[in-house]
């Protein structure tokens, strides 16, 4: 079975700040990367995926991510925080076929004014 | 319109009693997913569904059931609620074959007492 783990359940950044957020995941086979964000009452959103071709995949609100897989990582970076940026981070994995997704445990976003 | 809608958005109720989940999509998609998010849990897949005829067990199926009625609707039953089914309850959706990101209801928040 495949897992994904989430580094930090918490991360606090400074307005205008660095956001890293760590993704490791463990698969047997190439597998299909996502992240996802949580608003407050909010489903899930997605954020970027990674299938095949360029490592380094560009989603929306200026967030990135890269695969590199001789370190079983995916992690989430935008260069400049905003406090727009504060909510729940979910980074998920899936196998070739699509048929389930696994779900790290999360990271809540805080941005400090 | 929302894609993906979860009725109710919130419910109370007790111990022992019966309780359906509702979920909707406009998205035409095939595949369908209940899911549970605990507090540094992240989300758990409870079933999923790939067309009418096809359901698969989740992580954690033990007390739930499902009922896909139709390609756009996919119901969750808790057939006698206990207070540690207290969660956070999304609905998604994936369309195509092969690998493609979800989408996500609203939520729907299930306190049982």
């Known amino acids: 079975a495949q897992s994904v783990t989430q580094l930090g359940s918490h991360v606090s950044v400074s307005e205008g700040a660095l956001v890293l957020l760590r993704c490791n995941y463990s698969?047997?086979?190439?597998?299909?990367l996502f992240w996802y964000v949580q608003y407050p009452n909010q489903g899930l959103q997605l954020l970027l995926k990674?299938?095949?071709?360029?490592?380094l995949v560009k989603g929306i609100n200026g967030f990135e991510a890269e695969f590199k897989k001789s370190e079983t990582s995916f992690h989430l970076t935008k260069p400049s925080a905003h406090m727009s940026d504060a909510a729940e981070y979910f980074c998920a994995v899936s196998d070739t076929t699509g048929n389930q997704f696994y779900f790290g445990t999360g990271t809540s976003l805080t941005v400090i004014p | 319109d929302a894609d993906v809608t979860q009725t109710p958005r919130n419910r109370i109720t007790k111990t022992g009693k019966r309780i359906m989940l509702e979920c909707s999509q406009t998205k035409g998609h095939d595949r369908m997913y209940w899911y549970r998010q605990d507090p540094g849990l992240g989300l758990r897949l409870i079933y999923y569904?790939?067309?009418?005829?096809?359901?698969n067990k989740g992580e954690i199926s033990d007390g739930y059931s499902v009922s896909r009625q139709a390609q756009a609707k996919f119901s969750l039953s808790l057939e006698s609620a206990i207070p540690n089914q207290t969660a956070l309850y999304f609905c998604a959706t994936s369309g195509g074959t092969g690998v493609h990101e979800q989408y996500f209801g609203p939520g729907t928040r299930l306190t049982v007492t």
């Open positions: 990674y299938t095949t071709g360029a490592t």
């Open positions: 569904s790939f067309d009418v005829k096809d359901i």
């Open positions: 698969s047997s086979v190439p597998p299909y």
